[in-house]
């Protein structure tokens, strides 16, 4: 299996320095897409990842969020997202896809061909996708994935 495309952002938020997925191999990692104006990503999706955050704290999971803005770029903008993330309570790292130059779609999601928000992507230790969700999932079924992930050896 390839490897997993190295994430393409512009800022971080809840985290101390950028995050790399080279940095996290070893791991295993969830990657949340969303956008804050995206129905299924705030009544699902995000509260998804900051359970999975919260249940798998004391694992190796890494739980990574990436607000891919592909439509209403005036109003999730940066300033925007600080506040729904301290709105929301969020506390996994939480990082802007690089915008695309003359392309509403972002950098990371085109290297993910993700279809939308929100999208749900499972890394192995390895370092190669696992899984690749778009819309809404059922929680024991992502949570079995990641277990089962986790309990592979490195």
């Known amino acids: ?7 393409a952002v512009s800022r971080w938020f809840n985290a101390a320095a950028p ?3 080279a940095s996290l191999r070893g791991r295993v990692v969830m990657l949340h897409a969303f ?9 699902h999706g995000t509260p998804q990842a900051q359970r999975a955050q919260q249940l798998f704290r004391n694992t190796d999971l890494a739980v990574i969020g990436l ?5 209403h770029h ?12 301290h709105e929301y309570r969020l506390t996994f790292p939480i990082g802007v896809d690089e915008a695309s130059s003359g392309d509403p779609i972002p950098v990371t999601m085109r290297r ?5 928000t929100p999208t749900c992507v499972l890394i192995g ?10 819309g809404q999932e059922d929680d024991m079924a992502l949570g079995a994935i990641i277990g089962t992930l986790l309990a592979e050896t490195p």
């Open 1 to 7: 299996m390839p490897l997993a495309p190295e994430l």
């Open 19 to 21: 995050i790399t997925l």
């Open 35 to 43: 956008q804050m104006l995206c129905p299924g990503c705030v009544s």
């Open 67 to 71: 607000h891919a803005v592909f439509e």
């Open 74 to 85: 005036a109003a999730m903008t940066p300033v925007s997202l600080e506040a729904f993330i």
């Open 112 to 116: 993910y061909e993700m279809r939308g």
């Open 125 to 134: 230790r390895d370092g190669t996708v696992r899984h690749h969700g778009f």
